[in-house]
């Protein structure tokens, strides 16, 4: 079954569902959700919102992959640095996103919120990722660079980066998913002027739930297209390492 | 002259594969180093490499020379293409002879696969390459025909007799070794190296 197939068999059921349910205000059709979005779309306010969000998100979720490399790269090269960072690794992963919201709230501007939010959930799993990659590092390939007197950009190039970019592709991938849907969860509590998540809580406030369908489907929909984005970024990266 | 003066080697958890062992090569030449598996022809490789120190002992003739070493893995890049892995070779990169070394080596037409399309044999003669590609002075070589049939081993080997001036290699066939050419050395113990006698063919 093709992927459009199986999308179109989960809406048929959908709005199946709403029809027994037969109560908007409860689910709505997948026809009201596109009419809702589609008038949303309409709005220059949507644009902008829409826009704010993908810069804090994106901040954080930038920040986070360069942060997380840096610290893979620290950790693997020395114990003590491991030592006393993991504790912290393994706090950040076990610590619910919702109090850390709540205490990120108290400290720091609501405008920055998501972006610190989408940095420190994202952080852990590209730190975690990249430190795999680089402890399968091959060592003989290593051996074999410095035998063929590979100048240090040259060995990064053509035998470090080719060997990490699977990892960096897939915590990337994995990574992006989580800063949104923290992002976004951030937006909700935090509440900043231009944001989807603003526009979340208020359907949720004035129950309108065929905008809450509406702006969750933008948000879906801005999903995969930012994957596909880092997707093609990543090709042509790779290609940097080929002939 | 390259000396081997009361060489000993080896690993953690072997120190000495190589035991005051001493040997002197005459300058230029080629030499296939036979001896029974694990006998430790790979470490004596190594050791004149400068990729493993020795314990004791010291080696004269190789300081200020070009060196490379042709593993007995391939270690090529699999995500390059051939005639990139032959290139990265090169201190100063030249398709022209990479593409000329690939020629002799009887994979002229592989230049621009990926290694997953070539067979043993022929990735071995691309590791092959980007040895010579190096253009060293002494050229060392693990085991540098396996996988690599008989009468390909007879047409390249003229071509790689002549790729350094002084080259030593390990095998573990007769028929290589006199293709090449090469004078036939054995490694009979951790520290005994001498000429090769049939009788004590491995």
Redesign the interface.
């Known amino acids: 079954m093709t992927l459009l197939g199986a999308v179109g068999l989960w809406i048929l059921l959908w709005q199946g569902i709403a029809m027994l349910v037969n109560l908007p205000l409860l689910l709505p059709s997948p026809w009201q959700t596109i009419l809702a979005a589609w008038q949303q779309w309409q709005q220059p306010m949507f644009w902008h919102s829409v826009l704010m969000s993908l810069l804090r998100i994106m901040g954080g979720f930038l920040l986070a992959m360069l942060a997380g490399v840096l610290l893979a790269w620290l950790c693997t090269r020395s114990q003590l640095a491991e030592a006393l960072l993991a504790p912290i690794r393994t706090v950040i992963r076990s610590t619910p996103v919702s109090s850390f919201i709540i205490l990120v709230l108290l400290w720091i501007k609501i405008d920055s919120v998501p972006t610190f939010i989408s940095f420190l959930m994202v952080l852990p799993v590209v730190w975690h990722g990249m430190q795999e990659g680089i402890s399968t590092l091959n060592p003989?390939?290593q051996?074999?660079a410095r035998?063929?007197?590979?100048s240090r950009m040259?060995a990064l190039r053509?035998?470090t980066l080719?060997q990490l970019l699977p990892f960096f592709r897939s915590t990337a991938a994995t990574g992006s998913g989580i800063a949104w849907k923290a992002g976004i969860a951030a937006e909700v509590i935090a509440r900043p002027t231009l944001s989807i998540g603003r526009h979340l809580q208020d359907t949720k406030v004035y129950l309108l739930t065929d905008q809450l369908f509406a702006w969750t489907l933008t948000v879906i929909l801005l999903s995969i297209l930012l994957e596909r984005m880092l997707n093609r970024l990543f090709k042509v990266a790779?290609k940097g390492?080929?002939? | 002259m390259i000396a081997l003066n009361h060489i000993t080697a080896g690993y953690p958890n072997a120190p000495q594969v190589l035991h005051n062992l001493s040997y002197a090569f005459d300058e230029p030449g080629v030499y296939a180093l036979m001896g029974a598996s694990g006998i430790g022809k790979t470490t004596l490789l190594r050791v004149l490499a400068g990729l493993e120190k020795p314990v004791a002992g010291n080696i004269v003739g190789t300081q200020d020379k070009r060196i490379v070493m042709m593993f007995q893995e391939d270690r090529l890049l699999p995500w390059s293409s051939v005639l990139q892995n032959v290139l990265l070779g090169m201190q100063e990169p030249d398709d022209q002879q990479a593409l000329e070394i690939l020629k002799h080596l009887d994979i002229g037409g592989t230049a621009h696969l990926l290694l997953r399309e070539l067979s043993g044999g022929m990735q071995r003669r691309v590791a092959l390459a980007r040895a010579i590609a190096f253009n060293a002075h002494i050229l060392l070589m693990d085991e540098p025909f396996t996988g690599v049939d008989t009468q390909t081993v007879a047409r390249i080997a003229p071509y790689v007799r002549n790729a350094a001036p002084f080259i030593l290699f390990t095998s573990h066939s007769v028929s290589d070794a006199a293709a090449m050419g090469a004078n036939m050395l054995e490694l009979v113990d951790c520290s005994t190296l001498r000429i090769y006698t049939a009788q004590t063919a491995t």
């Open positions: 003989q390939l051996e074999m035998m063929y007197d590979f040259k053509y035998v080719p790779g390492g080929k002939a």
